[in-house]
């Protein structure tokens, strides 16, 4: 496997966040958290990741606004974008996925169900 | 087991729910004000509405199947509340509530250790049933999106706003709001606090729609961003505002105008997005910054952000803990200074000893750093353990909102001193209390509305709360402008009672009169009305305040209103008392209620209508034997020199008169247990050094027995 493939998680829910963390730790993932859009503005440039997770509904940067950033940036503009919704904000997660994201799941999810997300994002070959 | 993801999930989920709820329960508060006075309020409805869909996400993570389908449909509801789908009426704000109550039960139950939320399956199918109706109506009243006026927007732009953003920015285009764009840039290290004092410079102006971050000035050390701002007032008065923060500030284009800050009324538009063929987009390409052409500047007021950068640093430095870990460090800092107490023995042994004068001297020194370190590390702990007392306050606002609509009276409620601070654990055993005081202002204080318009009052009752910290106590008054307390009827249910016979009741003064009320089935009223039947009387307040160390005292003025006042210490965790003996035991008394002791002659006793008294400096002191109130039985003679210990709650003083003062000393207070619990006139029991156990005095309990008209001397 080599270096543990490095991810970033944008969730402001510290509860969602704990549960996130605790499944993608224990598959050997290396988690970095932000708990709102502009944490992640400021971990971003500083930082690269394999692959990010972000919520969308925040406060006042949104998941969409940084999904946008992300795919301008000159570092992670081709980085796997996973969102994580919840139910009933199914436009909102059509714009995110037009904006570049690459996969969603639906809160609340199983453990094995973000891994398995994210491991499909970070290899969409196999 | 704590390394399986939902366990970990379960650890915070709780304390995060209850934030969660807590801050909902608010903002409903809030909008209700605002819905009463007829203001909008879109960002607060925005704020409500995340935070029932950030809990229906965690009830459903961990499996509270029951809490995330009703947060679910709340969620719906808010949603469309905030797309201006749904009017916020006064029945929409009370299913909230409702589910705002049904979400803290809920929450009340797992904390309690239940497993599911199923105990509330009946109250949250009902409340489901009336919600389905609400959005069921919802629906058939949508109404068109407003169109888009002559602004042009990019395609970028709004490819990237959320469904509500979207909405925001029609509705302030709907009420003919200027759209403006502001660009920012901001230095990594500080966009912090950049970015707030920018909100707070926008705030009073207008709304800020949405955040638009790039990075395309390439700079990973900066960060920019465009705020889109709808503002009712002229671009001069948000250019002006904005002052000083380096910021750019551009009306947003309109078909067929130059950008300048004409604010005439939108003609009537043609509908959809228009594309913008004659402005490159503003954001996202690079042919930006041509478009603004101002050098954009870091912020340049360098004191102001150095002073906020700390302050932001510790509001997101927080972390929760659980209040046993407290207790768990309080106990522990208790049984380090009975360990210290220890010491100090060992070393009173040594410094008799002349041949190790040197150790002593050396121990001594040590003990006395430790000590202090032990006082530093106490007075820490009790830090940590203040929250200000508006949480209280909060839920009493939905209390008071209940009543009054369940008593048929308009109530204002007034809150102050909500910043004071006092024990968490007090804050807790304090809001049952304080409820049942606010219930019964409203429902005996508060005249019906129509008496109320015939007395000339106002038609609303105003019970007021207010707090305030003197010394090491919290007072809280609790205050209406009703009808008063009816002297008469108070004496005379307490006659009934068999407390007074009609002789004794003719001496009481009117403060002993209003005193009665604290009396087991007194009260001014005849028939129990549902809110009395259901409540409880004056005498369980009273009884809860006294476990906590606190006095009640209450003030009325017949047409006037009723003020009852509760002083309570801050905390109860640690407290330093005064070691005493009487009657060959010893007792400890909490020294935060000790004003001075006096050396006294038998002969310094003097009788007055059968309390005895003693003379201090010109003032009758009523007295009290601690042989007397636990009815010890003395050996031998009563000693010709006693000493009075004088002490006080509130304006009360009453001297305990005692054989012999032994010292001060830091005690932790243990309860008795259940068998001895509820012993009047003692707090508790506390170990001293030596594995000696001695009780703990309860003055609010022994000043008013002696002052007031407490059980013993009623009976009597």
């Not at chain 2, 009752?461 to 919290?474: D, E, F, K, L, P």
């Not at chain 2, 170990?687 to 000043?703: I, K, P």
Request: charged share 25%; proline share 5%.
């Amino acid at each position: 496997m080599g270096e543990p493939k490095r991810v970033l998680l944008v969730e402001d829910s510290p509860t969602m966040r704990a549960f996130a963390v605790a499944a993608l730790e224990a598959e050997g993932f290396a988690v970095t958290t932000a708990g709102s859009g502009f944490e992640a503005l400021k971990i971003l440039p500083r930082s690269r990741f394999d692959v990010i997770i972000t919520d969308i509904n925040m406060p006042d940067i949104t998941g969409l606004e940084l999904i946008r950033f992300v795919r301008e940036s000159a570092v992670h503009s081709k980085v796997p974008l996973v969102i994580i919704s919840t139910d009933g904000a199914e436009r909102d997660r059509e714009r995110g996925l037009k904006l570049g994201a690459d996969a969603y799941l639906v809160k609340p999810f199983a453990p094995e169900a973000l891994v398995e997300v994210v491991r499909r994002a970070l290899s969409p070959a196999a | 087991m704590s390394d399986r993801p939902i366990d970990r999930a379960l650890q915070e989920f709780l304390p995060e729910a209850q934030e969660i709820i807590e801050t909902f329960n608010r903002l409903l508060l809030k909008l209700d004000e605002d819905r009463v006075a007829g203001r909008a309020a879109p960002g607060m409805i925005n704020e409500a509405f995340r935070s029932v869909h950030t809990l229906k996400a965690l009830a459903g993570s961990v499996g509270l199947a029951r809490m995330a389908h009703l947060s679910h449909r709340i969620e719906d509801l808010l949603d469309k509340c905030r797309l201006d789908k749904v009017e916020l009426t006064a029945e929409v704000i009370d299913l909230l509530f409702e589910a705002g109550e049904l979400f803290q039960r809920i929450a009340a139950d797992i904390g309690q250790g239940a497993s599911s939320d199923g105990g509330s399956a009946d109250a949250s199918g009902d409340l489901l049933a009336r919600l389905e109706g609400a959005l069921a109506r919802a629906d058939s009243g949508h109404r068109d999106e407003p169109a888009w006026g002559s602004y042009v927007f990019d395609a970028s732009l709004l490819s990237v706003l959320t469904e509500y953003e979207e909405h925001r920015l029609r509705e302030n285009v709907r009420a003919g709001r200027g759209l403006y764009r502001v660009h920012a840039a901001f230095d990594l290290a500080t966009i912090d606090v950049g970015l707030e004092a920018l909100k707070e410079r926008l705030k009073p102006l207008g709304e800020v729609i949405t955040y638009l971050p790039s990075s395309e000035s390439g700079d990973p050390q900066q960060i920019e961003l465009d705020l889109i701002v709808g503002a009712p007032g002229p671009e001069s008065e948000i250019q002006a505002a904005l002052a000083g923060l380096g910021v750019v500030l551009r009306a947003v284009p309109r078909a067929g105008r130059s950008t300048g800050p004409q604010r005439a009324p939108a003609p009537t538009p043609p509908r959809g997005i228009q594309a913008a063929p004659e402005r490159p987009p503003p954001v996202a390409t690079p042919a930006t910054p041509a478009l603004t052409p101002i050098a954009v500047a870091v912020l340049p007021d360098i004191e102001v952000v150095e002073e906020r950068v700390t302050s932001i640093k510790s509001a997101s430095q927080t972390v929760r803990v659980d209040i046993r870990k407290l207790d768990h460090l309080m106990n522990l800092v208790g049984e380090l200074s009975l360990a210290r107490t220890g010491i100090q023995g060992v070393l009173d042994e040594l410094k008799v000893d002349r041949e190790r004068a040197g150790l002593a001297r050396t121990l001594h020194h040590e003990a006395r750093v430790l000590g202090r370190k032990l006082d530093e590390m106490q007075a820490a702990i009790i830090e940590v353990r203040m929250v200000p007392l508006g949480q209280v306050f909060d839920k009493l606002s939905r209390v008071v909102r209940k009543i009054s609509r369940e008593a048929g009276k308009d109530i204002r409620f007034v809150i102050s001193g909500a910043e004071t601070e006092l024990d968490k654990l007090l804050v807790e055993e304090l809001s049952d209390p304080l409820m049942h005081m606010i219930r019964n202002c409203i429902d005996h204080g508060i005249e019906p509305p129509e008496v109320r318009a015939q007395a000339g009052k106002p038609v609303a009752g105003t019970v007021a709360i207010a707090a305030s910290q003197r010394g090491n106590h919290v007072v809280i008054e609790v205050e209406d402008d009703g009808v008063g307390l009816d002297e008469a009827k108070l004496v005379r249910s307490a006659v009934e009672r068999g407390y007074l016979d009609e002789g004794a009741a003719g001496e009481l003064s009117r403060r002993e009169i209003y005193n009665l009320i604290f009396l087991p089935g007194v009260s001014t009223k005849v028939a129990a009305t549902e809110l009395s039947g259901r409540g409880v009387g004056m005498d369980v307040v009273k009884t809860n305040l006294s476990r906590l160390s606190g006095i009640i005292d209450v003030e009325s003025e017949p047409g006037l209103g009723t003020r009852l006042t509760l002083t309570l210490p801050i905390t109860l965790a640690i407290i330093q008392a005064l070691v005493i003996r009487a009657a060959g035991r010893t007792y400890a008394v909490p020294l935060n209620s000790v004003l001075e002791s006096l050396l006294i002659q038998s002969g310094d006793v003097r009788t007055i209508e059968r309390r005895e008294v003693v003379d201090l400096r010109g003032q009758t002191l009523p007295i009290v034997r601690v042989e007397d109130a636990f009815r010890l039985r003395r050996e031998g003679a009563r000693p010709k020199k006693s000493f009075v210990v004088v002490v006080g709650l509130a304006q009360h003083r009453v001297g305990l008169v005692i054989d012999e003062l032994i010292g001060q000393q830091d005690i932790v207070i243990k309860s008795l247990g259940k068998s001895l619990d509820g012993i009047p006139g003692i707090a508790g029991a506390t170990e001293l050094g030596g594995q000696q156990t001695v009780l703990v005095l309860d003055v609010a309990t022994l000043v008013e027995e002696t002052l007031g008209v407490g059980a013993g001397e009623a009976a009597s």
